[in-house]
């Protein structure tokens, strides 16, 4: 209210100074009647504004909240636009060049039903893996958590390859240790798209579809055959012993194959001197599954073996 009376005030000052610059001297009586008449209107509507509006600070205090409300709400719908004219030039610029730009996002349930559909395929078609689990009953509880880990890389390995193979968990009863280490560990265990047997490996299978993968071979693995059945010994480094799964293999006279690292790898020369051809189940499936993939044994065996190990590829000392 007082700014009006202030603006209405600077008016008539203003028309005063008009008058006495550029208007003619008879229009004097004129001028003040006008300014006059000014004030009156301005008077009235504040009046006007008065009788409309209750006489307190909360008044006018909501019309500035409601001035605030629709500065805001303009911001938002302009955001809204550009956010809109954005989305619609990417499309347009991706229906120009389609061949560009990233791939399409799936979402989370499509991918996982795409895994299964892969995993269930590979039961029928692909080729089998079995870990020979039936000898874990004298591993401490160190050596079956590093197992449990173990198997769980091999699993997530298996769910992202092209070409899943099919892996079978025998001689695994679950009211083992092992299976309770496993659920402990691996998040979804119970869930994975597997066979877990309490059979052993050699009477599930006809013995002449299997080959037992041992470091104590001589026999060096040449292929995959999507119609052999191949066998990783479940074991760890603490609990090796020396052609373990050579002598459980002639046992039952199976054939027997090594990964042809020695044909592939030279020794590497280092300040402890180790050097060791014994790989974990998971770094065995790794060098398999990639094979299967490139038929590449220089790339499959430098995906598995680790520089640890102590061996490197041939031509990587050329």
């Known amino acids: 209210m007082d700014c009006k009376l202030e603006e209405s005030a600077w008016r008539a000052e203003s028309l005063v100074l008009q008058g006495q610059e550029g208007f003619p001297e008879d229009g004097g009586e004129d001028g003040l009647s006008e300014i006059l008449q000014l004030l009156q209107v ?16 909360a008044t006018w205090g909501s019309k500035n909240v409601q001035r605030k409300q629709r500065h805001w709400e303009r911001i938002v719908s302009s955001k809204k636009s550009k956010r809109k004219q954005e989305k619609e030039r990417r499309k347009a610029k991706h229906a120009e060049h389609p061949g560009t730009g990233t791939c ?91 066979d877990v047997t309490e059979e052993d490996c050699f009477s599930l299978f006809p013995l002449e579809t299997l080959v037992y993968l041992t470091p104590d071979s001589e026999q060096a693995l040449e292929d995959i055959d999507q119609n052999t059945v191949y066998i990783i010994g479940g074991l760890v480094d603490e609990s090796i012993q020396k052609k373990v799964t050579f002598q459980k293999a002639r046992e039952y006279s199976v054939k027997t194959a090594r990964l042809p690292i020695q044909e592939y790898m030279v020794r590497r020369q280092n300040e402890k001197n180790y050097h060791s051809k014994i790989l974990a189940i998971n770094q065995v499936f790794d060098i398999l599954s990639t094979y299967f993939e490139t038929h590449n044994w220089p790339e499959a065996l430098k995906k598995g073996v680790s520089p640890g190990k102590g061996y490197i590829l041939r031509n990587s000392m050329e």
Request: charge should be positive.
């Open 104 to 194: 399409p996002q799936h979402s989370k349930r499509f991918l996982k039903a795409l895994t299964k559909e892969k995993l269930l395929e590979a039961k029928h078609s692909g080729p089998r893996l079995c870990v020979d689990l039936s000898m874990t009953h004298h591993m401490s509880k160190k050596e079956l958590s590093r197992l449990a880990g173990q198997i769980r890389r091999m699993y997530g390995s298996n769910k992202k390859a092209s070409r899943p193979f099919w892996i079978c968990l025998t001689g695994f009863s679950t009211d083992s240790p092992l299976y309770e280490e496993c659920l402990r560990m691996n998040d979804g265990f119970s869930a994975y798209l597997l």
């Open 42 to 57: 301005d008077v009235e509507y504040e009046h006007q504004e008065e009788e409309a509006c209750p006489a307190n600070s």
